[in-house]
Structure formats: C-alpha cells, structure tokens
C-alpha cells in the first residue's frame, strides 16, 4: 500500500492544507480501488505511507466514515466499507436528478462560447486517451467534463452536492471502464451532451444526460458477477450460487 498511497499523495497539490489534501488523496485512494474494499487500515499505517502525525489521518478517516466509505468499529479497528448497491442506485438517482437539470437549463440559458470549446476540449482529450493504459486520465478528465458543464452553467452548489453525494457511484463507474462500459460510448455521449445544449435543444439535452447516468445500471449487474469481493454480500452469494451449482 505504501507505495501506491504515497504516489498519489506525491502528485497531489501541496497547495491548502494537510488535513484537506489527505482527505482528497484517501477518497481518491478508495474510489481507485488502491484501498480496496474491506481492507483493515491503521492511522500508524497511514501516516508513515504519507509522512503525516496522527492527528490529521484520525480526522480523515472520521470525514470519509460520514461519506460512506470506511468504517470504525471501536476498539476493532477502521475498514474500507465494501461497495453498497443500494448506496449506488441511491447516489445515481440524486446525480441523475441534479445533472438533468444542469443539462437543461445550460440548453434553456446557453453557455459561453469559451465553455462550449472547453468542454470540447475535454471530449478532445478523452479521446487521446482512451486507451486502457491511460484510464486513469480519462476517468479525471470524465470528472473535469461534468464539473465543468456545472460550473460553466452556473449551479457551483449543484456541482458540490453531486461530489458529496456520489462517493459509492464514483467506485463502481471506476470498476465499469473500459471493460463494463466502452469508453467510445461515453466519449459519444459527452459529444451529444454538448452538441444539444450548443443548439439549445432542452429536452434533448435532457434525454441524453439522462441516459449517460444510467449507463451504470446496465453495468452494475456484471460488475457485483465479476468482483464479488467488492460488495457487500456479494462473496457470500457467489459462495452460495457455485455451492449451489456443484451440487
């Protein structure tokens, strides 16, 4: 873990403060899957993988425990929380609801012309990068796309709801791409995104960003078959149905 940890806490902004840049790189660090699901961590751990005290590790973990993704267990020890479907369906429904919205009142009030080439900009480099070697990029510059259509139409308190609500949803579209979901169709479904909202097309911008979010309740079914390890409950029913299945 060291390794991996201390590379992405390397190549974080030393800009802000401690406690802020190691919140970001350990959530970061468990939607990646570098902390996966179900793994026991220590502060003792922790802090010696990024060359921190304590004190700033105990308060992530405490920030990361509200948003779902690890928890304490008193005098047991602290874990990575392994993926909840219902979390997922749940987050999905609130991001699908707030960038529907987004989509359709940037069609309603248009956006900037320097949003608009931005944004295809961005579809630009997503397709530099669609290669798996690269996914890592892709899936931040994915971030960078609807963060910028948020921000470029105005909604900052949407755009900061969606991050907080969409911690779960954000592991399984990591574990969906490229293999669960084609990387070309969601480069194709940006392309749409942008191309309603340039011709002021509403319902059509909502049509399509609507069916962009749901793109992941076509893959989470593969994805709880494949990983089962990384959901909960999902090892003992893959136990259960191959019991099952040798009988």
Not at 130 to 153: I, W, Y
Not at 189 to 207: F, K, N, P
Not at 242 to 247: E, N, V
């Amino acid at each position: 873990m060291n390794t991996s940890l201390r590379t992405m806490w390397e190549e974080t902004s030393h800009d802000g403060n401690v406690r802020q840049r190691l919140y970001k790189v350990l959530r970061q660090s468990i939607i990646r899957m570098v902390l996966e699901p179900g793994r026991a961590l220590s502060e003792k751990e922790v802090a010696d993988a990024v060359d921190v005290s304590r004190q700033p590790v105990r308060e992530a973990f405490i920030r990361l425990s509200e948003s779902g993704l690890l928890e304490i267990r008193p005098q047991r020890g602290t874990y990575v929380v392994r993926i909840s479907q219902e979390a997922v369906l749940e987050a999905r429904f609130v991001r699908e609801a707030i960038e529907v919205a987004v989509a359709k009142s940037a069609a309603k009030q248009g956006l900037d012309d320097a949003v608009i080439s931005e944004l295809r900009e961005l579809i630009e480099r997503q397709k530099r990068c669609a290669g798996p070697e690269d996914f890592d990029r892709f899936f931040q510059l994915d971030e960078d796309f609807h963060r910028t259509l948020s921000l470029g139409a105005g909604h900052t308190s949407a755009w900061r709801v969606t991050e907080e609500v969409k911690a779960q949803l954000d592991r399984v579209r990591y574990l969906s791409v490229p293999d669960t979901t084609p990387l070309p169709k969601l480069i194709d479904q940006h392309t749409q995104i942008v191309d309603t909202i340039a011709e002021g097309d509403v319902e059509r911008a909502a049509l399509v960003m609507r069916s962009h979010q749901r793109e992941i309740l076509h893959s989470l079914p593969d994805l709880v078959q494949r990983f089962p390890e990384m959901f909960e409950g999902g090892l003992e029913r893959h136990v259960q149905a191959k019991a099952k299945d040798q009988s």
